[in-house]
């Protein structure tokens, strides 16, 4: 077995001692926007307030078509983020969190009974397991085994993130996907920064340089990486930012599909989808990232890796077919090399978003 890293050490420490809330935290990377679709905030009104208090993630998990989904979170905290899929892959579905920080698993086990009663099922379809996320084979996760994969604010805090990337492409059926929420650097952020407890334990030194993220990504199966959304973080602590300097970092959510056919870029094959409309809670479009919303009725034009992301995956029934693979016309779209992220922040101004 690996040796345990100090980097698991420190950040065991940070949150099942340091943090008691997200009150503690020393800066705005833990938080997330009120941006939140109704059905979401419907379904975080009915998760126990411990529960919510120890919450510290960066986005909003809510991948679409959740319904009989087996998902599995990374990271999973006090159990928040749990707890909504619990409720929204149904009796049917099931949901297994791994957190290595025993206080955090401990109040995620405390609520299992509450939320199953709550919902009105007749047995949880939640359960939550003490582990690292870079060995999900310790923890006797089967090749192929979970349709969906979750994770909010935690990959950042790996000191091994070809391992956790490696691990969940194997556990992940094909067709699934990884959709998950994390802190983004604009740059390499220096070793000193990185060996910081406090900016490390913050999500913000762990952070991934996004190309480094977006290459590994490819390296490790996920061929086309996908953004949803992103914003920036404004740190909102003046001896932590003048600590990082220039660097700027970003809150960005991607959703990563295991499809081994996809092609290193969008190309052209003359293909087209009609969305149905038929996707609960997104019955008008279907945002299947920042460059595709996909309006229901209407003829989407699309290049050969989205089509094969909703014609092989579980969107498939939900979706009209136009073309095939017989000719090519050549590239899509120019797939861009620059910052994916909106940078609406001035460099030489800290200001406040106030999230938390
Ligand atoms: C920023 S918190 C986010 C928690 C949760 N996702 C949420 O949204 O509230 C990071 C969590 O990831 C866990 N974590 C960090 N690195 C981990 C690792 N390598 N293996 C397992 N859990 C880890 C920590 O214990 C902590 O609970």
């Known amino acids: 077995m690996e040796t345990i890293k100090i980097e698991h050490v420190q950040v065991k420490e940070y949150y099942g001692k340091t943090l008691n809330s997200s009150q503690d935290l020393k800066t705005n990377a833990c938080c997330t926007d009120d941006n939140i679709p109704r059905y979401i905030k419907n379904a975080l009104s009915d998760v126990h307030d411990e529960v919510m208090a120890r919450y510290y993630g960066c986005g909003l998990i809510a991948p679409e078509h959740l319904k009989g989904m087996r998902i599995l ?5 006090s159990g928040r983020d749990c707890y909504v899929l619990s409720r929204l892959v149904g009796e049917n579905g099931y949901v297994v969190g791994v ?28 359960e939550f397991k003490h582990g690292y996320i870079e060995r999900l084979d310790e923890l006797g996760f089967d090749d192929n085994s979970f349709d969906i994969i979750i994770s909010n604010c935690v990959i950042n805090l790996s000191p091994d993130k070809e391992s ?5 492409y194997r556990v992940l059926k ?30 913000l030194s762990g952070a991934f340089y996004w190309n480094d993220f977006q290459n ?39 959703r990563l599909f295991k499809l081994p056919a996809l092609e290193n870029a969008c190309e052209d094959y003359g293909q087209a989808v009609i969305y149905k409309g038929t996707i609960q809670h997104h019955e008008d479009i279907l945002k299947l990232d920042k460059h595709h919303f996909i309006e229901a009725g209407k003829v989407f034009l699309v290049c050969g890796n989205t089509y094969r992301m909703l014609h092989e995956t579980r969107f498939a029934p939900h979706f009209e077919f136009i073309g095939n693979w017989d000719k090519h016309y050549g590239i899509f779209e120019d797939c ?7 940078d609406n922040q001035d460099i030489s101004q800290n200001t406040n978003s106030g999230c938390c």
């Open 73 to 77: 979170d990374l990271g999973s905290g």
């Open 99 to 126: 957190d290595m920080t025993k206080e955090q698993l401990d109040i995620a086990n405390k609520y299992v009974k509450y939320h199953t009663e709550k919902y009105g099922y007749s047995k949880p379809n939640i």
């Open 164 to 168: 956790v990337l490696r691990e969940a």
């Open 174 to 203: 094909p067709g699934g996907e990884i959709y998950f929420s994390d802190v983004y650097a604009d740059r390499r952020v220096p070793a000193a920064l990185v060996k910081n407890p406090l900016l490390y334990g913050e999500c």
């Open 216 to 254: 590994l990504a490819k390296k490790m199966g996920f061929l086309d990486p996908r953004l949803v959304e992103d914003r920036p973080l404004t740190i909102d602590n003046e001896e932590v930012q003048t600590l990082l300097g220039n660097i700027r970092f970003f809150s960005a959510t991607y």
């Open 336 to 342: 861009g090399t620059a910052l994916p992220f909106n």
